[in-house]
């Protein structure tokens, strides 16, 4: 990637500061096949975006791309206007982009507190000479995360988890667990990896409700999901796409009606 | 609850495990105690033994620390260990090849050095990729130590190991001239008599030694395991890809905690080279390495109650088997090679699997209410 093109995104995305997420031209192959293929897209802040599409259409490879997981083969991601192409997945977090998995494995030997007390960046106690330096600031800013775990898990109504063995909670739970832990991490945009997937309608529909209340609160987010009815209530715009490309962006009722989305899931 | 506030709730608190250890290692000590009353064990052997107690403990607490919290895996513990035994010895000794003679004091901060710049040098190329890569490059690692300790004989002296090793306070004021100056005593009379004199005061400055190399890694690890560094840790064991997505930098991380550890080991060196006097390349064997690995595992992965306790059995089966009328070395083997298999079939999380001392206090209520492998078990009459 030249320094020309990385001023100019800089550039363009700065006069539209209302973009958080914007991904230009990514593609990524694996052998002979291409599993992202110029995809080209951008995620308005406060928005809640479905990225959908059929199996194998690349949308997980996509969500690796962007969060630094894989390497791009060409095209670039800014988020907030900030080139982050080629960057490690630590550093592309700590510009705000958090992501979850499809599934998310569980913490051993680990409360459901202490799993979301690993959410919070750049924690002075992160800092191996920090504990015995500063303990004061250390233990400060633990009670100042503990407080902050325990709200959260109230909001989402699983604070009666909190003590569990983070190994002891169902699929569905650690779902949850693992959209408070991200909220923890407050980012400027959450990516979300098939939340819904193996959750039961209860869960799911707390899941929906919750996300929904993010949203409101200001959060925006990416959003993968293999449940259409789940992105259908929840995303605004939707991203359809197929065979590593975008094949068109609209609201859900527009999406739903067009002939080549129905082709590309059908055909 | 407090040992000395309540000892019965105390008691009544602990796991069935911490109850048994404890009580095994109440009856070991009072066994103990009888052999040393009736002569069968010397006080200079025995305060030996608690010295290789403590080696072995140090080296289970640093593997520990790479393995139990970071799943590191470091087939090079007798490396790090020889390059701490040997970076001492070289300083220090006056039978060294290179420098020799100097403080035992600079001999242990060249031997940490060292041991930082090994871990450094394997860490660096290993630690991005998959935990095996590491452990492959470690086998290695310990070969070519070894290696080069046995061969490069105009840096080490080759097969004829380092002598003149002096004793770690050597040179101290008050502790370097403490077992000189001790009287002689003199318990009992006749043959049976227990005469306690230099070389007595010696190991027990010895003993001292390194119940401050343990007492001060223990806390240091305690502190780190149980801080939002430690957790951090632990999350990369489990899943390495979710600590990235987080914002944590993983390399760095297993790093720390992969130097740290080898720090540790190398201190067990350091100790062993002054306890000794005399190192060989035949201290840098594999077999270390294993007895290091059953220990951690014995012990519990990711336990430092359990990496002493570990260290500690370690010990005991091998100078315990001395006492058999028998050929002890097979003996040794097939007591150590007996307990895994036991052990896997019957407790594959160890004597004293990790607890409370992982917990950062007030992640926990008091119990959590289900028990887990890795969790206390909840007491009867409890929710």
Same mark, same amino acid.
């Given at each position: 990637?030249?320094?020309?093109?990385?001023?100019?995104?800089?550039?363009?995305?700065?006069?539209?500061?209302?973009?958080?997420?914007?991904?230009?031209?990514?593609?990524?192959?694996?052998?002979?096949?291409?599993?992202?293929?110029?995809?080209?897209?951008?995620?308005?802040?406060?928005?809640?975006?479905?990225?959908?599409?059929?199996?194998?259409?690349?949308?997980?490879?996509?969500?690796?791309?962007?969060?630094?997981?894989?390497?791009?083969?060409?095209?670039?991601?800014?988020?907030?206007?900030?080139?982050?192409?080629?960057?490690?997945?630590?550093?592309?977090?700590?510009?705000?982009?958090?992501?979850?998995?499809?599934?998310?494995?569980?913490?051993?030997?680990?409360?459901?507190?202490?799993?979301?007390?690993?959410?919070?960046?750049?924690?002075?106690?992160?800092?191996?000479?920090?504990?015995?330096?500063?303990?004061?600031?250390?233990?400060?800013?633990?009670?100042?995360?503990?407080?902050?775990?325990?709200?959260? +898990?109230? #909001?989402? *109504? !699983?604070?009666? =988890?909190?003590?569990?063995? /983070?190994?002891?909670?169902?699929?569905?739970?650690? $779902? %949850?667990?693992?959209?408070?832990?991200?909220? +923890?991490? #407050?980012? *400027? !945009?959450?990516? =979300?990896?098939?939340?819904? /997937?193996?959750?039961?309608?209860?869960?799911?529909? $707390? %899941?929906?409700?919750?996300?929904?209340?993010?949203?409101?609160?200001?959060?925006?987010?990416? =959003?993968?999901?293999?449940?259409?009815?789940?992105?259908?209530?929840?995303?605004?715009?939707?991203?359809?796409?197929?065979?590593?490309?975008?094949?068109?962006?609209?609201?859900?009722?527009?999406?739903?009606?067009?002939?080549?989305?129905?082709?590309?899931?059908?055909? | 609850?407090?040992?000395?506030?309540?000892?019965?709730?105390?008691?009544?608190?602990?796991?069935?495990?911490?109850?048994?250890?404890?009580?095994?290692?109440?009856?070991?000590?009072?066994?103990?105690?009888?052999?040393?009353?009736?002569?069968?064990?010397?006080?200079?052997?025995?305060?030996?033994?608690?010295?290789?107690?403590?080696?072995?403990?140090?080296?289970?607490?640093?593997?520990?620390?790479?393995?139990?919290?970071?799943?590191?895996?470091?087939?090079?513990?007798?490396?790090?260990?020889?390059?701490?035994?040997?970076?001492?010895?070289?300083?220090?000794?006056?039978?060294?090849?290179?420098?020799?003679?100097?403080?035992?004091?600079?001999?242990?901060?060249?031997?940490?050095?060292?041991?930082?710049?090994?871990?450094?040098?394997?860490?660096?190329?290993?630690?991005?990729?998959?935990?095996?890569?590491?452990?492959?490059?470690?086998?290695?690692?310990?070969?070519?130590?070894?290696?080069?300790?046995?061969?490069?004989?105009?840096?080490?002296?080759?097969?004829?190991?380092?002598?003149?090793?002096?004793?770690?306070?050597?040179?101290?004021?008050?502790?370097?001239?403490?077992?000189?100056?001790?009287?002689?005593?003199?318990?009992?009379?006749?043959?049976?008599?227990?005469?306690?004199?230099?070389?007595?005061?010696?190991?027990?400055?010895?003993?001292?030694?390194?119940?401050?190399?343990?007492?001060?890694?223990?806390?240091?690890?305690?502190?780190?395991?149980?801080?939002?560094?430690?957790?951090?840790?632990?999350?990369?064991?489990?899943?390495?890809?979710?600590?990235?997505?987080?914002?944590?930098?993983?390399?760095?991380?297993?790093?720390?905690?992969?130097?740290?550890?080898?720090?540790?080991?190398?201190?067990?060196?350091?100790?062993?080279?002054?306890?000794?006097?005399?190192?060989?390349?035949?201290?840098?064997?594999?077999?270390?390495?294993?007895?290091?690995?059953?220990?951690?595992?014995?012990?519990?992965?990711?336990?430092?109650?359990?990496?002493?306790?570990?260290?500690?059995?370690?010990?005991?089966?091998?100078?315990?088997?001395?006492?058999?009328?028998?050929?002890?070395?097979?003996?040794?083997?097939?007591?150590?090679?007996?307990?895994?298999?036991?052990?896997?079939?019957?407790?594959?999380?160890?004597?004293?699997?990790?607890?409370?001392?992982?917990?950062?206090?007030?992640?926990?209520?008091?119990?959590?209410?289900?028990?887990?492998?890795?969790?206390?078990?909840?007491?009867?009459?409890?929710?």
């Amino acid at each position: 990637m030249s320094e020309q093109t990385t001023d100019t995104e800089t550039a363009a995305t700065m006069s539209k500061d209302d973009v958080v997420l914007s991904v230009d031209g990514l593609v990524k192959t694996f052998g002979a096949l291409v599993a992202t293929d110029h995809a080209t897209f951008e995620v308005e802040r406060g928005t809640i975006t479905g990225l959908i599409g059929p199996n194998g259409a690349g949308k997980s490879t996509l969500f690796n791309l962007i969060s630094g997981f894989y390497e791009t083969d060409e095209g670039s991601v800014s988020v907030n206007g900030t080139d982050v192409t080629g960057q490690e997945p630590y550093e592309i977090a700590d510009h705000g982009l958090i992501r979850t998995f499809q599934t998310p494995r569980k913490l051993e030997g680990m409360t459901v507190r202490e799993a979301m007390l690993v959410g919070p960046r750049n924690q002075p106690g992160e800092s191996f000479l920090k504990l015995f330096t500063a303990p004061g600031e250390v233990g400060e800013a633990e009670s100042k995360n503990m407080a902050d775990v325990d709200r959260i +898990l109230e #909001e989402f *109504e !699983i604070d009666h =988890l909190a003590t569990q063995p /983070a190994t002891k909670i169902s699929g569905g739970q650690m $779902k %949850l667990v693992e959209l408070a832990r991200a909220m +923890l991490s #407050e980012p *400027e !945009i959450l990516l =979300l990896d098939e939340p819904a /997937a193996g959750v039961n309608p209860t869960l799911r529909n $707390k %899941l929906a409700e919750q996300i929904r209340r993010l949203n409101e609160q200001g959060t925006t987010m990416l =959003l993968i999901e293999h449940d259409m009815e789940f992105v259908m209530e929840l995303a605004d715009p939707v991203i359809v796409l197929d065979q590593g490309s975008v094949l068109m962006e609209g609201r859900p009722d527009e999406v739903q009606s067009d002939d080549r989305v129905i082709d590309a899931y059908l055909g | 609850m407090s040992l000395v506030e309540d000892p019965k709730g105390y008691w009544t608190d602990l796991t069935v495990a911490e109850k048994g250890v404890t009580a095994g290692v109440v009856l070991f000590a009072g066994a103990l105690l009888v052999s040393l009353l009736t002569g069968g064990l010397t006080p200079t052997y025995f305060l030996y033994l608690v010295g290789i107690a403590g080696m072995y403990a140090l080296l289970s607490l640093g593997l520990n620390s790479q393995w139990g919290f970071s799943g590191l895996i470091n087939f090079s513990v007798a490396a790090f260990f020889g390059i701490g035994a040997y970076g001492t010895a070289l300083a220090s000794a006056s039978g060294s090849p290179i420098a020799g003679g100097l403080p035992p004091v600079v001999g242990l901060l060249a031997a940490l050095a060292l041991a930082a710049i090994l871990a450094l040098f394997i860490g660096i190329p290993t630690l991005r990729l998959r935990a095996d890569y590491l452990a492959i490059a470690s086998i290695g690692l310990a070969e070519v130590v070894r290696l080069i300790v046995l061969n490069q004989d105009d840096w080490t002296n080759g097969s004829a190991g380092v002598r003149g090793i002096p004793s770690f306070f050597d040179g101290w004021p008050v502790l370097g001239t403490f077992p000189e100056t001790m009287p002689t005593l003199v318990f009992g009379s006749g043959p049976g008599a227990t005469v306690l004199s230099t070389s007595f005061w010696q190991a027990l400055s010895n003993v001292a030694l390194v119940l401050a190399f343990v007492g001060v890694s223990y806390l240091v690890l305690r502190r780190a395991h149980r801080s939002p560094w430690g957790r951090v840790l632990r999350t990369i064991r489990s899943d390495e890809d979710l600590a990235r997505a987080l914002g944590k930098n993983t390399y760095s991380f297993k790093m720390q905690s992969f130097v740290l550890g080898s720090l540790i080991m190398a201190l067990a060196g350091v100790f062993y080279a002054h306890l000794n006097l005399y190192v060989s390349p035949g201290d840098l064997d594999p077999i270390t390495t294993f007895y290091v690995w059953v220990a951690v595992i014995l012990g519990g992965s990711g336990s430092n109650r359990g990496a002493l306790f570990g260290g500690v059995v370690i010990v005991a089966i091998q100078e315990g088997t001395r006492a058999l009328p028998l050929d002890a070395a097979p003996i040794r083997l097939l007591a150590i090679g007996v307990i895994i298999v036991l052990l896997m079939r019957f407790r594959p999380q160890g004597v004293l699997p990790p607890q409370r001392e992982l917990i950062w206090p007030g992640t926990v209520d008091e119990t959590p209410q289900q028990p887990d492998s890795g969790v206390r078990e909840t007491k009867a009459g409890e929710k």
